[in-house]
């Protein structure tokens, strides 16, 4: 299995407060993504990165940023967290070659609750 | 718009029956199709794959098909066990861009 941890695993926040969500790999791999998942919505691409200090925004990317200072850490952070943020966060990577190249491997997901 | 499309939200199968779960897909620029399971509260795995120069691709109990000119795949299992039963997310990716478009989903429970 790929080499993901996300922490927190579990948090509950309060409308306004700022919420960061980290996501670690000990795999090398170049691109790291953060998704989102909701009943109905299936997986929505949040932000992704290509390398360090270069990400780009997803499909849903209104209320998050993010930041990659170094290959093995992609942070999400929630700049003033909404209750339709509530959701469960998901990381994923990708690699350059072989079977990274076009699979993504998941991390184990964040549930977050804003209330 | 739904680029990736799993009109089926559900699918119940008998243990030892076969499983199949169906993926449409509009964008003909789609060239590498994927399938995930995901079980409650863990991320989704990586299943199986195909690109679009196959028609097919098997691993063991797990295979995809592809129909390139119906813009439809489909993932067979056999036989389903009661451990297959997850939600099952069908991906497709273009040419090097790394972004994956998702479906929905499909439930899939396997009775015993």
């Known amino acids: 299995d790929a080499g993901i941890t996300q922490s927190p695993r579990h948090k509950v926040t309060e409308t306004g407060t700022p919420v960061t969500l980290r996501c670690h790999q000990t795999?090398?791999?170049?691109?790291m993504y953060w998704y989102r998942q909701d009943p109905g919505h299936g997986l929505r691409l949040i932000h992704y990165?290509?390398?360090?200090?270069?990400?780009d925004k997803g499909e849903v990317s209104d209320g998050y940023s993010v930041s990659r200072s170094k290959t093995e850490d992609f942070l999400l952070t929630l700049e003033s967290a909404t209750s339709s943020q509530t959701s469960v966060y998901f990381c994923?990577?990708?690699?350059?070659?072989?079977?990274?190249?076009?699979?993504?491997?998941f991390g184990p997901g964040t549930r977050l609750t804003v209330l | 718009d739904q680029q990736v499309k799993q009109n089926s939200p559900s699918l119940s199968v008998q243990e030892g029956r076969i499983s199949i779960l169906n993926c449409d897909y509009t964008?003909?620029?789609?060239?590498?199709f994927l399938w995930y399971k995901k079980y409650p509260a863990e991320g989704p795995t990586f299943l199986i794959s195909?690109?679009?120069i196959k028609d097919k691709n098997e691993d063991g109990r797990f295979t995809v098909f592809l129909n390139k000119s119906a813009k439809h795949l489909s993932l067979h299992i056999v036989p389903s066990q009661p451990g297959d039963s997850a939600v099952y997310f069908c991906?497709?990716?273009?040419?090097?861009?790394?972004?994956?478009?998702w479906g929905l989903g499909t439930s899939l429970a396997v009775n015993p």
């Open positions: 994923a990577i990708s690699g350059e070659s072989g079977r990274s190249y076009n699979e993504q491997f």
């Open positions: 795999e090398n791999h170049r691109y």
């Open positions: 195909i690109s679009s």
């Open positions: 990165s290509y390398g360090v200090k270069d990400t």
């Open positions: 991906a497709a990716s273009v040419g090097n861009n790394r972004k994956l478009i």
């Open positions: 964008n003909s620029m789609f060239d590498y």
